[in-house]
């Protein structure tokens, strides 16, 4: 894993332009590349990274450059490839040799032999950037799910593009900018965010499965993957089958590294059942225990309560499969003061506000991994591929015209100034974008109405919610030179799920029966058909006097710049008045009252730290 970061200019010479400005966006990114970096000039493209060293240490290094015949090919390249030996095999019967035994060799080869069409063949999470000499041109693609982040801005005839924003922003003719489009990203989209929006002025992010092709005529940018919907056809065992190939298949190719490896475990289905897919594998290749991680907060064994979303405590389950697997366990136990204080280093992992707790303590509990291992496997986005959240069965929410997990907006805005509220209209923009969104939804005529509204669910969740995880399961464990894998991103998988009828996915009434009835025998019962219980959470009350301390604080500072956009009157009266019963599930399923506070906390900071201009 790594931060990769470049620029053009077709109408200068960029080897006479100070070496200063590329290695400082370079090393604004390194933190996602501690263990080395690297440059690259040419006449109008420059490259910088940062190297997190996972697969061939001394093979890897980037830039890379491969010179065929009378041309060079340069990469620079953030993420990593589950089938490089796969396509290392194709090349070589092609007449290619090798010097290394790295995913990034093999990447750039695959460009030489079948340019774009090289995006099929790959099965892997990244971000990469390919220049052409002869032709002068610049190939960029994202992949297919989006699980590694890229980012790109176009001005003064600069190209500018790098993993993180923060990167763009370091260079001398960019400035953090905000316009009324930013703003409704922020304050009504936010924590989430549309496809293709950096939400400053300028900036955008290359979908996943996208690429573009940057040169003097300027850039041109097409989708390379899509959902296909069609029928069918298998019947219910040769489902269930197929459903635990695909993700026994994801997950032993994602254990491959030079460096520890090890799961993130919460005792909950989808982690469980990689940790169980590897501790096997381990236990098979290395006679080994594969090492596992938990987290859980100071207090919570006192103050934890039963709510909607969180029907019981991790902490037994994690017990019992780390037990039946014979992990090498280990658990993080996060203070309450170093959650809030994170709150802000989390703003600038993700350079933009976020899920509040649910990201500083990723932040955190990354940190704590790290001194242990450099890569994990994480259970990631199951729900949103198999059906696991509650709007997918609960009857209110699969009958609502948003977003699902973008709720009570009518009385999240009676927290917005009028004047915010003129500028970016909230019902107005939440409803076009999701409007946008469900124009997109690749139809099947085949679809009874229940699997025609299930397939419009499912395309929302996979598209505009599982960004959402995915960018802070990078930023967070990216800041710390953590790196996270998702198996259940495997296109394969995602691909194969998303035309399975809602009846099957559904089975015994189940959130995600399909997945749950594949790992029978995987798994001890009671944790196979467990209730879902999402991320961890603070339920110590600390955490709330510290957030609405800290938010009268910000409403009494004259220069906090968040003032001009909230009502401030009713905010006090949300800062004075919350306690744990107060009720506004506003976003998700972890963020309530008080990350509503905690939000607004983060927003503040933004603004004054990155000196945003609205």
């Known amino acids: ?179 009324s489009q930013g703003l409704a990203e922020i304050f009504v989209i936010g924590p989430a965010r549309t496809p293709g929006q950096g939400a400053f002025s300028g900036i955008n992010e290359l979908k996943p499965s996208f690429c573009m092709y940057v040169d003097h005529k300027g850039t041109n940018i097409h989708q390379y993957w899509y959902l296909n919907s069609h029928a069918h056809e298998d019947d219910f065992d040769t489902t269930v089958d197929k459903v635990k190939k695909l993700v026994f298949d994801a997950v032993k190719r994602q254990l491959i590294s030079d460096v520890p490896l090890g799961v993130l475990l919460s005792g909950g289905l989808d982690s469980s059942t990689i940790a169980a897919i590897a501790a096997e594998e381990y236990q098979q290749k290395y006679a080994g225990q594969i090492m596992t991680f938990s987290v859980d907060y100071v207090g919570n064994d006192q103050h934890f309560k039963v709510n909607e979303f969180q029907p019981n405590s991790d902490v037994p389950w994690v017990k019992i499969v780390s037990e039946y697997l014979n992990s090498q366990h280990s658990n993080c136990f996060i203070e309450t003061n170093d959650l809030v204080d994170a709150l802000f280093n989390a703003v600038l992992a993700r350079d933009l506000p976020g899920m509040t ?7 955190l509990f990354s940190r704590w991994i790290k001194k242990q291992a ?181 409403l009494n500072d004259q220069t906090s710049p968040i003032l001009p956009f909230i009502n401030k009157n009713a905010v006090l009266h949300l800062a004075t008045s919350i306690n744990s019963e107060t009720n506004i599930p506003w976003f998700g399923q972890l963020m309530n009252a008080p990350q509503l506070l905690a939000y607004l906390l983060q927003i503040d900071y933004w603004l004054k730290k990155y000196s945003i201009i609205i």
């Open 1 to 179: 894993m790594c931060g990769i970061v470049g620029y053009t200019n077709f109408t200068e010479n960029l080897i006479n332009e100070e070496n200063i400005i590329i290695k400082e966006m370079t090393e604004s990114l390194t933190h996602r590349g501690p263990d080395a970096a690297g440059y690259w000039f040419s006449d109008h493209l420059v490259f910088g990274q940062r190297r997190l060293i996972v697969v061939d240490p001394l093979g890897g290094k980037q830039p890379m450059t491969r010179k065929i015949g009378d041309n060079v090919y340069t990469i620079v390249y953030n993420g990593e490839l589950y089938n490089t030996e796969d396509i290392r095999h194709q090349l070589i019967s092609k007449g290619y040799s090798f010097e290394g035994w790295s995913d990034t060799e093999v990447l750039l080869t695959a460009y030489i032999e079948w340019g774009e069409k090289c995006l099929q063949k790959l099965n892997g999470i990244f971000a990469f950037a390919i220049w052409d000499a002869n032709r002068q041109s610049l190939f960029l693609a994202r992949d297919r799910i989006g699980v590694k982040p890229l980012f790109y801005c176009q001005q003064h005839n600069y190209f500018i593009f790098a993993s993180e924003i923060k990167a763009i922003l370091a260079h001398p003719l960019i400035s953090a900018k905000l316009d």
């Open 374 to 554: 450099t890569v994990c496997l994480s259970g990631e986005c199951a729900d949103e591929v198999f059906g696991g959240y509650p709007w997918f069965y609960t009857q209110n929410d699969t009958n609502t015209i948003t977003f699902p997990w973008s709720r009570k907006l009518n009385e999240r805005v009676k927290l917005f100034s009028p004047e915010l509220l003129s500028m970016i209209n909230p019902q107005e923009y939440l409803a076009n974008r999701y409007q946008e969104a469900i124009d997109e939804v690749p139809r099947f005529s085949g679809d009874n109405p229940v699997n025609a509204h299930m397939r419009e669910l499912f395309y929302l969740n996979l598209t505009r919610w599982m960004p959402t995880l995915l960018d802070r399961k990078d930023r967070m464990s990216m800041a710390t030179g953590l790196e996270i894998r998702v198996p259940f991103c495997d296109h394969n998988l995602v691909e194969y799920v998303w035309n399975v009828p809602w009846e099957m996915k559904y089975f015994r009434n189940r959130e995600k029966g399909l997945l749950r009835q594949a790992l029978t025998g995987v798994l001890p019962e009671d944790v196979l058909w467990r209730k879902k219980s999402p991320y961890p959470k603070t339920h110590n009350p600390k955490f709330i006097d510290l957030i609405c301390g800290l938010t009268i604080s910000m």
């Open 357 to 363: 707790d649910v990201d500083s303590s990723l932040l």
